[in-house]
């Protein structure tokens, strides 16, 4: 009974947070696309084939976007070489093995377009980045490690990010990334659930102390 009431209260409390530690719980690296409301394009404006190298990088964008139980997208400024090598080493080390890859805003845009993620697309502006992962055990965890690491470097902004099926804005991930974890969201839900059984607890144990009091009186 009492399993019960906490998953039902964790369900009410958690909302769309619990499923999209869910979802990006039990993602698992494969070759799944993005599911779109139609076939992406094959042809340019001007009526003619993508080249392979635009076809390869819309291929590897929706890769990594479906299959990433979550993705950090940044917009950066004037970063030199090196400094893109550096923030890569910190990301894998630190980050639970991060990538960093540098894509062109208008090809995500594009690889975005009819999926239920389209909305993300707005937050692609300028020179972008974006931070994934070909897995991980606490996609939550991850992503606060990542954060901490890309806010080192003042020539990144970190723009919003898809958790799951949670697609975050710029005002949406401050608070998000504070959130506990499931694990600590679960003991505090079950500490508010048990305060009142162990409030009666106590209050029974003092009432035959008091009757016998009150019993004593009486016998006096």
Known sequence: MLALTIQQTLRSFCGPLA???????????????????????????????FTP???????????????????IVLQHYNLSGAELQEL?????????????MVVRAKMMRAVLRDTRYANLSSVFTGPSAVVYWDSTADGLAAMKLAIAAVQKQKKLIVMGAKFGDLLLNQKMMHGFVNLPSIDQLR???????????????AVLARTPQRLVGVLAQMSD
Not at 19 to 48: H, I, N
Not at 53 to 71: G, I, M, W
Not at 88 to 100: D, P
Request: charged content about 20%; hydrophobic content about 35%; aromatic content about 6%.
């Open 88 to 100: 890569r080493r910190s990301l894998k080390q630190t980050a639970q093995n991060a990538h960093l």
């Open 19 to 49: 499923r999209g530690l869910a979802s990006a719980a039990t993602s698992q690296p494969s070759a799944q696309k993005l599911e779109r409301t139609r076939a992406p394009k094959t042809l340019t404006t001007y009526k003619k084939p």
């Open 53 to 71: 190298r635009k076809q390869y990088l819309f291929n590897e964008y929706d890769t990594q976007l479906a299959n990433s139980p979550a993705v």
């Open 187 to 201: 003991a505090q839900v079950l500490g508010v659930v048990q305060a009142p059984a162990q409030q009666l607890t």
